[in-house]
């Protein structure tokens, strides 16, 4: 039971590249989120899905895109990388009620330059 | 202003201590309360979640609720150098996607 798993660990793009940001768990859980987390910002919400094939923004999803593939697996897509988005990403998921992704990743460290 | 309000320390107390931390928050809609513990370069892990006011107890760790004050806190009794972390409160509604965080509180105890 691996929980919630991100790759990869760590990211260094240039301004203008994409990537994308892969997450999965296996605790059979319905709703996933994806969040950043900035020195002084603490956790912010990019965009969550309460169930397969929801997807729902969150409180900073400007710049990202996400794709719940499957129960599993939800991806989060930066299409045109700022430095701005150089920030610790957090994949979450939670099964329970109210929210708040209670279970997270290890995170990505990315870098944009 | 922001939604959640947490002082961010650092805060150092002995080995055996009570600690004591603390958030605010401004959204009279939140109604489910979380604390995360968050070791350095790691994810947050859930420690406290509790539905609406009152108290929970878990081992040395408590959580209180006022929603009248709308003031959380959690409380760390025989605080131990393994406590030492950053602590997030977290919060949201039950109709939505108001997710919140508050920046977190830095904790050393010191042996």
């Known amino acids: 039971n691996a929980g919630v798993t991100q790759t990869p660990k760590f990211q260094v793009l240039k301004t203008g590249q994409s990537m994308t940001l892969q997450c999965a768990q296996d605790m059979n859980h319905n709703s996933m989120y994806w969040y950043r987390q900035d020195p002084g910002m603490g956790l912010r919400l990019i965009y969550y899905?309460?169930?397969?094939?929801?997807?729902d923004k969150g409180e900073v999803p400007n710049g990202y895109n996400v794709s719940r593939l499957n129960k599993r697996e939800f991806s989060l897509r930066l299409e045109s990388a700022a430095p701005s988005q150089t920030s610790v990403y957090f994949c979450a998921s939670s099964g329970g009620p109210g929210g708040m992704g209670k279970f997270f990743g290890p995170g990505t460290r990315l870098t944009v330059l | 202003q922001k939604e959640v309000e947490q002082d961010p320390g650092p805060l150092s107390v002995p080995e055996g201590a009570i600690v004591s931390l603390n958030c605010t928050y401004s959204?009279?809609?939140?109604?489910?309360f979380m604390w995360y513990r968050q070791y350095s370069r790691k994810g947050p892990e859930l420690l406290m979640y509790t539905y609406s006011s009152g108290n929970k107890e878990d081992g040395r760790f408590t959580a209180q609720v006022d929603k009248s004050s709308k003031y959380i806190s959690l409380f760390i009794r025989d605080s131990q150098p393994s406590d030492s972390a950053t602590y997030l409160c977290?919060?949201?509604?039950?109709?939505?996607?108001?997710?919140?965080f508050g920046t977190g509180t830095s904790l050393t105890v010191i042996p």
């Open positions: 899905s309460a169930s397969e094939g929801t997807t």
């Open positions: 959204n009279s809609a939140f109604q489910y």
């Open positions: 977290a919060m949201n509604s039950n109709t939505g996607n108001q997710f919140y």
